[in-house]
């Protein structure tokens, strides 16, 4: 699905990664992990074509759709959770049933605070809000930078079923987080940006 | 997980689901249009009260205050335009679901003509009272639009520019200056004439296609450069 050779990243001269080689299958997870800055966030921008790469290859098999989730949940402040899914899913060409819509939205606890704006919500509120959107977009091959940040423990364990349940309707995932044990228990293999800072 | 399958937006389908987004964000807030008829009506009564003009230079000046009040005030529109979307980087989502570029910047000078199209209608109408400045044609209607697509395109092309470089805002009205020269210079002109109340067709008729000229010329190159401008900016 996404094949990665000899990838090269630095900024104002300063190298963030560099030789970087991997590739995620259908249906896989991969987990970046690594200390703060090596580069685990400019990756997974660079995947998302939001940063281009220095140099080296990305190979993504054609007409699959990407969707990404970065620190910030990328929403229009002044809208309302329930108007920002509403435009924002309006680009993808599936969407997942009424059904099970309304599973996520409770297994999120986004039930109660559906119709708030944005900037009415908490960090953890927000971060669960961009991970709805994320599922309801039903891309190919979905990007998430630490999805676990900010949330409490109950909700780690419902994205981590949601995570699960996205691999088994062959969806890949690369993943960033700094909760090594997470990233373990749910990746089909991992890679520590550590080694290729040098 | 089942799912249902829906049609992938088309570009012109894309373009109006961006202009409806961004009039519904400003026309629910009016923070930006607020501001602009309050700045509009202060600036216009200031003139007011320390202009006591003859009748010969009235007309003139008056149309030149008319269009430096609409440049400043579409300043603020498209700050407030452009602003919405990189606030919470909500425009790389856009890009990274497929929204292209050039549909994205013709969204945004169209909301921002929209919008100043309402303050057109302030800015004459307190002319009107303040001045009892008329222009009896509708020929100024056909002015004021293709003047305000002109200024909304460059404003929306270097306001794209200076809020993705975090450039102070401030810098957006001096860089719009010198490119704004060409259609103030000949609105005015025109509006001058028109208000003149005895004009001929043929005085306005070659400054007006110069300014139409100077839309598309802008418009097509602002789609093209904002296009580019996302890759390379990366």
């Known amino acids: ?198 | 997980m089942s799912k249902t399958v829906r049609k992938i937006p088309g570009d012109f389908e894309s373009f109006f689901h961006l202009l409806r987004k961004d009039l519904r964000l400003e026309l629910r807030s009016l923070s930006t249009l607020s501001i602009t008829v309050i700045f509009t009506a202060v600036v216009v009564s200031l003139f007011n009260i320390t202009f006591p003009f003859g009748v010969d230079e009235k007309n003139l000046i008056v149309s030149i205050i008319i269009w430096v009040i609409f440049l400043f005030s579409s300043l603020i529109v498209s700050s407030g335009i452009i602003d919405v979307d990189m606030k919470n980087k909500s425009v790389d989502l856009l890009f990274i679901l497929g929204i292209k570029p050039e549909i994205y910047f013709l969204s945004k000078v169209f909301a921002t003509v929209l919008i100043l199209s309402l303050v057109q209608i302030v800015t004459f109408g307190l002319f009107y009272i303040l001045f009892q400045f008329s222009v009896n044609s509708l020929w100024i209607v056909i002015v004021a639009l293709i003047v305000n697509v002109g200024i909304s395109t460059l404003n929306t092309i270097l306001g794209i520019v200076t809020s993705r470089n975090n450039v102070n805002q401030n810098l957006l009205s001096i860089l719009v200056l010198p490119f704004t020269l060409p259609f103030l210079m000949g609105s005015v002109e025109i509006t001058n004439i028109l208000s003149s109340n005895t004009f001929v067709l043929s005085e306005i008729s070659n400054s007006m296609i110069a300014i139409f000229c100077f839309d598309l010329i802008f418009l097509i190159l602002g789609a093209i450069l904002t296009g580019i401008y996302f890759k390379l900016e990366n």
Not at chain 1, 59 to 71: F, V
Not at chain 1, 84 to 105: P, Y
């Open chain 1, 1 to 198: 699905m996404i094949s990665v050779n000899n990838l090269s990243k630095s900024y104002n001269g300063q190298r963030v990664f560099s030789s970087l080689n991997f590739s995620v299958n259908k249906g896989e997870v991969l987990g970046i992990i690594g200390g703060n800055g090596s580069g685990k966030s400019t990756l997974l921008k660079i995947l998302s074509k939001i940063s281009l790469p220095d140099s080296g290859d990305i190979l993504i098999s054609p007409d699959i759709s990407i969707d990404y989730l970065g620190h910030e949940n990328m929403f229009y402040e002044e809208m309302s959770i329930e108007e920002n899914i509403a435009f924002f899913t309006k680009f993808n060409s599936t969407s997942i049933s009424e059904e099970s819509n309304s599973k996520l939205k409770k297994s999120l606890g986004l039930e109660d605070i559906y119709m708030n704006k944005m900037y009415e919500l908490s960090y953890g509120q927000a971060k669960k809000s961009g991970l709805y959107r994320i599922v309801l977009n039903n891309a190919d091959l979905i990007l998430l930078d630490e999805p676990f940040s900010g949330l409490d423990k109950k909700s780690v364990n419902n994205l981590i079923a949601i995570i699960q349940e996205l691999t088994s309707n062959n969806k890949s995932l690369v993943i960033s987080s700094n909760i090594i044990e997470i990233i373990e228990s749910i990746a089909t293999t991992t890679i520590n940006m550590d080694n290729f800072n040098e």
